[in-house]
């Protein structure tokens, strides 16, 4: 670990945008800034370490953004670089974005996540927390902790359990939103409403689910979808938009099968 | 240092029930008082944290009818770290009729962990391991099936039986996603307050009682106190001490370091685990350590060339000249003996010149032969999104070039002291998951982490809470007492002092080289100089930090730069108590490998006559330094009987 050196030679070049926004009601603006020497190695959040690093010295502020595990599965970070969430490389968070993919000389923009649910904090840290307001009205079996019947008592086809699991590996980053030109949630409302409903644990709640979660959606000011897939164009996860599709279908049956009022459910 | 130990200290009774060890939880949960369910709405738990402990616990106690509040430092709970758990979950299921059963579990984790864990503890980890996988399961945790629709098992990280249940790569984001949907479904029925964005400060203790505690709200820099009637904490380990490590950079120690300044004890602080498949540090520009998982290894083979310097290209290099150094030392266990061991001789290897890579600081972890065997299909589909991740990284595809590993820093088995109930030396707090000293001794087993987070957090504190509650008079306590009052102005000064150094440093710069000294004096090999060396060099750190660090802009603000030196000044202490701690534990003992303790062959040689025992550390202050006095829990073993570990 330690002992470590830059087997680079020269590195790269760079001259960055960066959007700067003092908090929520400041007005935002690009701010531009020359790097110098960046290992090919790094990643990209490395390399937004050193512009840091830079800025400090400086005794300039530096620019916020979310992080934390740096290995692509909690859905901290996201910007938008060069016009892409998670910038060029497909199914990559941030994170896992290398400075390999760069070249010497060149300008990168780098923007926060944009959508009307996603307001900014500051500079590129967006507050998500819409995505948890719609997981707390359904996203869930409502199950106690205690003595569930045992694990294997309710065998679930490979096939589904597989298709479940391809939903449920959503990171919950918000890339889906950022990407689509209607801010719409529904790649992520349609992975929750797949991973549970494909179980037969989450079976029971579907129509109830799917209704809950489309009306906390809607009023927290995401979109509909326009089926332009931008969204799993952008997904780390690559998430199909299959999941989309049985989101409607799911709520058209939900819609028609169930009494107007959505209950509250969980309860 | 001198050190005068309190053994047998009154200040550490840790409440395990007698008996027979299959019936103790069970006693011990009848002896338990109760709140009766009408009565659980009057009480107001206070949870820190939503990793797997916290979330778990945090949504049980709320279904109970407890009022729960609940800090989350991240944007939303989803994101703690337990998500980044790769490998799996232990269960004593027995699914395959491979002869695994609680007994066994419970064995190969006290035995795995060196004999430095409290035998009722991990006997009760394992009764409550199937649950937990009933629990996880009921909740919609897409575990890995077979054709029948039946739950499939690996065998992981040395164990002799497929006990381990797994979600692709990724189970811990599987099981926290459930702990998570358990959480927000509370929080939609309004029976959890959820506060994203705080992180705690600092522990606010009434009248010898945890009664709450001070944290800043991240986005504004507003100081908020909440107060309780109890206070959990789950706030996860400390191995980012040594900057490098796999763990997320918001881990921190800053709660569990601050409720040991306010009077809890801090137990087996040096037991730190180093991963032995790790991506190695390819510059100075390395934010953190990658992870590989531990699975890799039932197909991988280490090897290192046989002489020193050795600078071929690996296919340049004939099996002639090649060392698989773990088969030849361990032919029984061979690439599959635990990490501590795994870890210690791949350091051994580069510590003789005989490290690969442009650093010299790996070793190589070779998939050439399983591929010649099985096909490269199959090892795709068994580990193709970790080849992946690794060429990600890297820009080497370990299909064609063997993959570079090297230990690094990945788990803490030492924290908060707490006994049986999770209570730490503090009334009304209790400490939960990673954060405390738990059921691991001195050694984690794979797949065992998910298992304690979710076993304290599910089934244990539920039925223990009720012992503080019901059990103490709790005179009503609201942010207005003069203690918040108190806390809040020490918290506020820190901060301003903070903001005052006015310094050339940036915290993660002197982080970074905390880090390094912690890494090479209190990592895989300690040695009584190197500890006092080390000693040295984190005071002489701490001072710098102190008069050189540097933090811009003001607290009242989203500000990063000032959120990082609060954790780092933090670990700039808690640092010196590791290194007492190594210092002190004069024994080889799993993660901890002292070198004047070793046997022949090399392996960690304990002391059982002289350190059978749990070190616990009670903070004091002494003209302004920090002291310790040592506090000792003696360890008894009636079941397993201690023997040498032995892999060979």
Redesign the interface.
């Known amino acids: 670990?330690?002992?470590?050196?830059?087997?680079?030679s020269g590195g790269l070049n760079l001259t960055l945008h960066v959007w700067r926004q003092?908090?929520a009601q400041a007005e935002g603006r690009f701010e531009t800034y020359a790097l110098q020497g960046i290992?090919e190695?790094?990643?990209f959040?490395?390399m937004l370490?050193?512009l840091?690093?830079q800025l400090?010295?400086e005794?300039?502020?530096?620019v916020?953004f979310?992080?934390?595990?740096?290995?692509?599965?909690?859905?901290?970070c996201g910007v938008v670089i060069n016009g892409q969430a998670h910038g060029p490389d497909r199914e990559?968070a941030t994170c896992?974005l290398?400075m390999?993919r760069f070249h010497d000389g060149d300008t990168i923009y780098v923007e926060p996540f944009r959508a009307k649910a996603f307001p900014i904090?500051?500079d590129l840290?967006v507050?998500?927390?819409a995505?948890?307001r719609i997981?707390?009205?359904?996203?869930?079996?409502?199950?106690?902790?205690?003595?569930?019947?045992?694990?294997?008592g309710?065998?679930?086809?490979?096939e589904n359990?597989d298709l479940?699991?391809d939903a449920?590996?959503c990171?919950?980053c918000g890339a889906c939103v950022a990407a689509c030109p209607n801010a719409a949630a529904m790649l992520f409302v349609g992975a929750k409403i797949s991973?549970?409903g494909l179980?037969p644990?989450?079976a029971p709640e579907r129509r109830r689910r799917v209704l809950a979660m489309v009306e906390q959606m809607d009023r927290d000011g995401f979109g509909n979808c326009g089926n332009i897939y931008e969204c799993e164009a952008a997904c780390p996860k690559s998430i199909s938009v299959e999941n989309i599709a049985r989101l409607n279908r799911e709520y058209i049956v939900a819609s028609a099968c169930e009494r107007p009022a959505v209950e509250?459910i969980?309860? | 240092m001198s050190t005068t130990a309190i053994q047998g200290s009154p200040k550490l009774v840790s409440k395990c029930p007698s008996g027979p060890m299959s019936e103790r939880w069970d006693k011990h949960r009848f002896d338990l008082k109760l709140v009766n369910p009408a009565n659980r709405r009057k009480y107001h738990v206070l949870v820190v944290g939503t990793g797997l402990a916290g979330a778990?616990a945090a949504?049980?106690l709320a279904?109970m009818g407890y009022r729960v509040t609940v800090l989350c430092i991240?944007?939303?709970?989803?994101?703690?770290?337990s998500?980044?758990a790769q490998g799996g979950i232990n269960a004593a299921?027995n699914?395959p009729n491979d002869g695994d059963s609680i007994r066994r579990l419970f064995y190969d984790t006290v035995k795995g962990g060196d004999y430095r864990a409290r035998e009722a503890n991990v006997y009760r980890l394992a009764q409550v391991s199937n649950?937990i996988?009933?629990?996880?399961?009921?909740?919609?945790v897409?575990?890995?099936?077979?054709?029948?629709?039946?739950?499939d098992n690996r065998s992981f990280g040395g164990a002799q039986v497929a006990r381990t249940f797994y979600?692709?790569g990724?189970t811990?984001?599987?099981l926290l996603?459930g702990a998570?949907?358990?959480l927000?479904?509370q929080?939609?029925?309004g029976k959890v307050a959820?506060f994203?964005r705080r992180e705690m400060l600092d522990l606010v203790v009434v009248d010898g009682v945890a009664r709450g505690v001070v944290a800043r709200e991240l986005?504004?820099g507003a100081i908020e106190s909440y107060a309780a009637d109890a206070v959990l904490l789950c706030t996860g380990g400390y191995g980012n001490v040594?900057f490098?490590s796999t763990n997320?950079?918001?881990s921190n120690a800053t709660a569990i370091w601050r409720a040991h300044k306010r009077g809890a004890l801090f137990g087996n602080p040096c037991f730190t685990q180093i991963h032995p498949t790790c991506i190695?540090?390819?510059?100075?520009?390395?934010?953190?350590?990658?992870?590989m998982s531990e699975s890799l290894r039932n197909d991988g083979r280490v090897w290192v060339p046989k002489s020193k310097g050795d600078r071929r290209s690996p296919d340049q290099i004939p099996e002639a000249d090649r060392d698989y150094y773990l088969e030849r030392l361990y032919p029984s266990f061979g690439n599959l003996v635990p990490r501590d061991i795994a870890s210690r001789r791949a350091k051994e290897m580069v510590d003789e010149g005989r490290g690969v890579g442009?650093?010299a600081?790996a070793v190589y972890l070779d998939f050439r032969d399983a591929i010649q065997r099985d096909g490269a299909p199959k090892i795709r589909e068994k580990y193709g999104n970790l080849f992946q991740?690794y060429e990600?990284?890297?820009?080497d595809d370990p299909y064609h070039v063997p993959m570079r590993i090297?230990?690094?820093?990945h788990y803490t088995m030492g924290g908060l002291w707490v006994d049986y109930n999770l209570e730490s030396t503090i009334p009304g707090l209790f400490v939960l998951g990673e954060a405390n000293f738990s059921d691991h001794g001195a050694n984690r087993l794979g797949a065992s982490a998910l298992m304690q987070g979710l076993a304290d957090g599910?089934?244990v504190i539920?039925a223990t809470i009720a012992s503080h509650l019901a059990g103490r008079k709790l005179p009503k306590v609201t942010t207005d007492h003069a203690q918040f009052k108190q806390v809040e102005g020490e918290v506020q000064a820190r901060l301003r002092r903070l903001l005052a150094i006015d310094g050339?440093r940036?915290a993660?710069?002197l982080h970074r080289d905390l880090?390094?000294a912690m890494?090479?004096h209190c990592?895989m090999g300690r040695s009584d100089a190197g500890l006092s060396k080390g000693l040295a060099k984190i005071r002489a750190l701490r001072s710098e930090f102190w008069e050189n660090l540097?933090v811009?802009?003001q607290g009242e603000?989203?500000n990063?730069?000032l959120e990082k030196a609060g954790r780092v000044a933090d670990f700039m202490e808690l640092a010196e108590l590791m290194v007492l701690d190594a210092q002190y534990r004069k024994e080889s003992c799993g993660g901890h490998f002292r070198v004047e303790y070793q046997t022949e062959e090399g392996e960690a040689l304990r002391d059982d006559a002289n350190f059978c025992h749990v070190a616990a550390w009670e903070h004091t202050e002494e003209g302004g330094a920090m002291r310790w006095n040592l506090h000792q829990e003696p360890l008894s073993f009636e079941e397993v009987k201690l023997t040498q570990r032995s892999y060979k």
Request: proline share 5%.
């Open positions: 670990m330690s002992g470590g050196h830059d087997h680079h003092k908090d290992s190695h790094c990643s959040l490395e370490d050193q840091n690093e400090l010295r005794g300039r502020d530096p916020a979310d992080h934390d595990c740096r290995e692509g599965i909690c859905g901290s990559t896992q290398h390999r904090q500051r840290v507050d998500r927390s995505f948890d997981v707390s009205k359904g996203g869930f079996v409502s199950v106690n902790t205690g003595a569930p019947q045992d694990a294997n309710l065998p679930v086809p490979k359990a479940a699991m449920a590996s990171i919950g991973h549970l179980l644990q989450g509250r969980g309860d | 778990s949504a049980s279904e991240h944007d939303s709970p989803r994101r703690a770290h998500i980044a299921k699914y649950s996988i009933d629990q996880c399961v009921a909740q919609g897409p575990f890995a099936r077979d054709y029948g629709g039946l739950l979600a692709r990724q811990g984001q599987q996603i998570y949907h358990a927000m479904r929080v939609g029925l959820l994203p986005t504004g040594f490098l997320a950079k918001f190695p540090v390819s510059g100075s520009y390395q934010s953190k350590l990658t992870l442009e650093t600081m991740m990600r990284i890297t820009a090297y230990p690094a820093v599910y089934f539920p050339r940036s993660d710069d880090g390094l890494w090479e990592g540097r811009l802009g603000e989203l990063r730069e």
